[in-house]
Structure formats: structure tokens, C-alpha cells
């Protein structure tokens, strides 16, 4: 199955490690040192500024601006 986690991306569900609070990145070292890993490897996708959610997948890490909530309750459906 595939979620869609907006702005125009789509995962699939099994790659998904981790779908986190955005703000968390704000009081957790090691979120930010995850997400500075996949900056350098220009792995990162999404707006920032926008982000509600932060989806953490195997290969890539998402800002997504749908909550953790919508994305788990869109994850139930499939």
C-alpha cells in the first residue's frame, strides 16, 4: 500500500520507519542530527515552515503538512 503524505508525495507504506511531530525537531538532538544526515545526502523533501508532521522513511525523510493523526488515521484505511 501508499500514503500519501502531501505535497504531492507518496510512500510506500512498508518503507515508512517513523512518522513524528514537527515539533519535535525543536527539543530533540538526535531528530536534528537525523534530519542534518539526510539534508547531506540531499535526502530531504518538503517545506519546513509548513510542516506538521515528519515522515522517516528507509531512504528519505518527508515534511508533510498533514498531521500525525491524519496520516495515521489515512494509514488504518489501506
Request: aromatic fraction near 8%; proline fraction near 1%.
Amino acid at each position: 500500500m501508499y500514503l500519501y503524505i502531501g505535497n504531492d508525495h507518496v510512500v510506500k507504506s512498508t518503507y515508512i520507519i517513523s512518522i513524528l511531530d514537527a515539533q519535535l525537531e525543536q527539543t530533540s538532538s538526535k531528530l536534528q542530527r537525523i534530519i542534518e544526515d539526510f539534508k547531506e545526502q540531499d535526502k530531504l523533501y518538503g517545506d519546513q515552515e509548513d510542516a506538521k508532521s515528519i515522515v522517516i522513511t528507509d531512504n528519505a525523510l518527508y515534511y508533510s503538512p498533514l498531521s500525525t493523526l491524519t496520516l495515521k488515521k489515512t494509514k488504518k484505511l489501506q
